[in-house]
């Protein structure tokens, strides 16, 4: 099975690696796992005025799995918090053109934004 | 996998389907081939594979028996064997053989074996989904960075000796922690057979066949993020 160019892409320029400090104001986090095939994902966004100004990723898996989340980081910069709740994983499917052998791939990059903004909220909540 | 797991409409429907030979119609007594035309019959999709091999559910299992079973089927089956049969018959032998083929593979692995009765008693691994085990994952990632840090250290220099070190010691501790996870994983194998072959239905029955099928999974999940990462330790500090 060949991976699409998109998808190439993707693993050899991913967007927005790396970290924020978790502690951080703003700074939302998700980590997530994929317990078939082992992958770890973590997502980060940074949020002003209810922006998603910045977003970060570290992703140890496979070529599909790091170009999930970088193109989901991609994909959060500038779009509100609601507006961030609302990306589907079929979306980033379609976008890089994932088999369906990948497609858990994908449910893994949706969970981790679900985790980050779900971190942001209860962050922004308890303040 | 999720092809062998149907709501019990469907599995009365295909046992019917299955009671009758294919060829001569006439009702099914042997579990193979019918009794009467002697013709090779189409392994159920309903069957699992443990009564495919006439094994009960058990997950400790004989592997000797396994094999000699599987080779006895494999014979039977053969496409070789067929080629000079009906184009019905060729289907069905080869069929039956990837069939055959796929379930020997599967429950010859005491991993794969629990992946499937997980599959097979639970309808969908997600039914049983876990928890993530976040301090298990905040462990990777520390890890991963460390790694990155000794990938882009200069292997000469003295930082990169002390990681090499650490390195060393995490690997150590991780490689431990799969054989404890494995026998943690052996132990539930032998607290399901114990409960099935008790057969009870009680409610507390139930609620210990649900414990064990959690806790497999979770030992199951975490091993592949432990196996993985070991992986890649290795790969790097070797």
Redesign the interface.
Same mark, same amino acid.
């Given at each position: 099975m060949a991976y699409s160019e998109k998808v190439v892409d993707h693993f050899n320029n991913p967007r927005n690696m790396g970290s924020f400090k978790k502690e951080e104001d703003g700074v939302g986090t998700g980590i997530v796992g994929a317990p078939e095939c082992g992958d770890v994902m973590k997502l980060q966004i940074k949020v002003e005025n209810d922006t998603i100004v910045d977003a970060k990723f570290k992703t140890f898996g496979c070529g599909s799995a790091i170009a999930s989340s970088s193109l989901a980081t991609e994909w959060l910069k500038g779009k509100t918090v609601e507006e961030a709740g609302k990306i589907k994983n079929t979306d980033i499917v379609q976008e890089l053109n994932l088999p369906p052998v990948k497609i858990h791939c994908s449910v893994l990059a949706e969970d981790a934004i679900k985790a980050a903004l779900a971190d942001y909220q209860k962050k922004a909540d308890s303040k | 996998m999720s092809g062998h797991i149907h709501n019990t409409d469907d599995r009365r429907e295909l046992q019917m389907a299955r009671s009758m030979c294919w060829h001569c119609q006439s009702e099914m007594a042997g579990e193979y081939f019918c009794d009467r035309c002697v013709k090779v019959q189409p392994v159920s999709k309903d069957l699992d594979y443990f009564t495919c091999f006439g094994l009960p559910r058990r997950l400790a299992l004989d592997p000797q028996t396994l094999e000699t079973k599987f080779y006895e089927l494999s014979r039977a089956f053969h496409p070789d064997f067929y080629q000079n049969k009906s184009d019905a018959e060729q289907t069905i032998s080869l069929g039956n053989s990837a069939m055959l083929n796929t379930a020997y593979r599967t429950l010859r692995d005491p991993i794969q074996r629990a992946e499937y009765l997980l599959d097979l008693e639970a309808g969908s691994?997600k039914d049983i989904?876990?928890t993530?085990?976040?301090d298990l994952?905040?462990e990777? @990632?520390e890890l991963?960075d460390t790694l990155d840090e000794f990938r882009a250290s200069d292997r000469a220099s003295e930082s990169a000796s002390t990681l090499r070190t650490k390195l060393h010691a995490d690997r150590a501790t991780l490689e431990q922690r799969q054989r404890d996870m494995e026998a943690q994983l052996l132990q539930l194998f032998s607290r399901w057979d114990a409960l099935q072959d008790r057969g009870e239905a009680t409610e507390q029955a139930r609620a210990e066949r649900g414990r064990i099928l959690k806790e497999m999974?979770d030992i @199951?999940?975490n091993r592949?993020?432990v196996?993985?990462?070991v992986n890649?330790l290795v790969a790097t500090i070797a």
């Open positions: - | 691994v989904r876990t993530p085990p976040a994952f905040e990777i @990632l991963q999974r @199951l999940s592949t993020y196996k993985n990462i890649d």
